[in-house]
């Protein structure tokens, strides 16, 4: 168990619908990192949180956005969904951006299927 | 941005020696980790190795970089079957301390 809290676990939504996945950091992780990964793309990075503030995006669509709240768990909502939005979404987090305690904690992962 | 190659499968006799290999493009990567995904799961951090270093040894796994030749390898010894998995290669890009993934390399054990 990593300590990172993703719900749901799995989720069926229809096209054109909107849904909100959560994660849960490990205690004390001020960092927070979105990624989607998909068959034909592998492992994306969307973007990412450290502290409340956006640090740094990656390929994420305009139709996708994220934000990390006070007690730092952090949502990413994916809106005007497609059926190439079917993937697995993972959140990782760490302590900081240092050199120390940047190690990556991934979580189980949300899978989205959308039909 | 960076790229990683790795080759997308190994195949291994339980107790033979695993190594899986990795090429990455940005010199400026500070942490290279080393991710294994089991079926229908997260994944898992199994070590990394900072760029300041050549080796690291950490029980069964032993991770070689060649900072020259943006090369990783992950070497398994005394690969079991519980080690079948897919394996991710993750340097950190730039100064981000990103996490950039290859596209995974299945190892397969067979007894």
């Known amino acids: 168990d990593s300590g990172v809290t993703q719900t749901p676990k799995h989720l069926i939504t229809a096209t054109g619908q909107r849904v909100t996945l959560r994660c849960s950091p490990r205690?004390?992780?001020?960092?927070v990192y979105w990624y989607q990964q998909s068959l034909d793309q592998g492992l994306q990075f969307l973007i990412q949180?450290?502290?409340?503030?956006?640090?740094a995006k990656g390929n994420i669509l305009e139709r996708f956005s994220a934000q990390q709240f006070p007690d730092l768990h952090s949502e990413l909502n994916l809106s005007s969904l497609e059926l190439g939005d079917s993937a697995l979404y993972f959140c990782?987090?760490?302590?900081?951006?240092?050199?120390?305690?940047?190690?990556?904690?991934f979580g189980q992962g949300t899978r989205l299927t959308v039909v | 941005g960076e790229d990683v190659e790795q080759s997308l499968f190994l195949s291994v006799r339980e107790g033979d020696s695993s190594v899986i290999n990795c090429t990455y493009t940005?010199?400026?990567?500070?942490?290279l980790y080393w991710y294994k995904q089991e079926p229908g799961a997260g994944l898992q951090l199994l070590t990394y190795?900072?760029?300041?270093?050549d080796m690291k040894q950490d029980q069964r796994l032993t991770v070689l970089l060649n900072k020259k030749d943006k090369h990783l390898s992950l070497r398994i010894a005394d690969t079991q079957t519980g080690d079948s998995a897919i394996y991710f290669c993750a340097p950190t890009s730039g100064g981000s301390y990103i996490p950039t993934f290859g596209r995974g390399t299945s190892l397969i054990v067979h007894p």
């Open positions: 990782a987090s760490s302590l900081g951006q240092g050199r120390v305690g940047s190690e990556a904690f």
């Open positions: 940005d010199s400026s990567s500070t942490y």
């Open positions: 949180y450290y502290n409340g503030e956006e640090r």
């Open positions: 205690s004390g992780d001020l960092s």
């Open positions: 190795i900072f760029s300041n270093m």
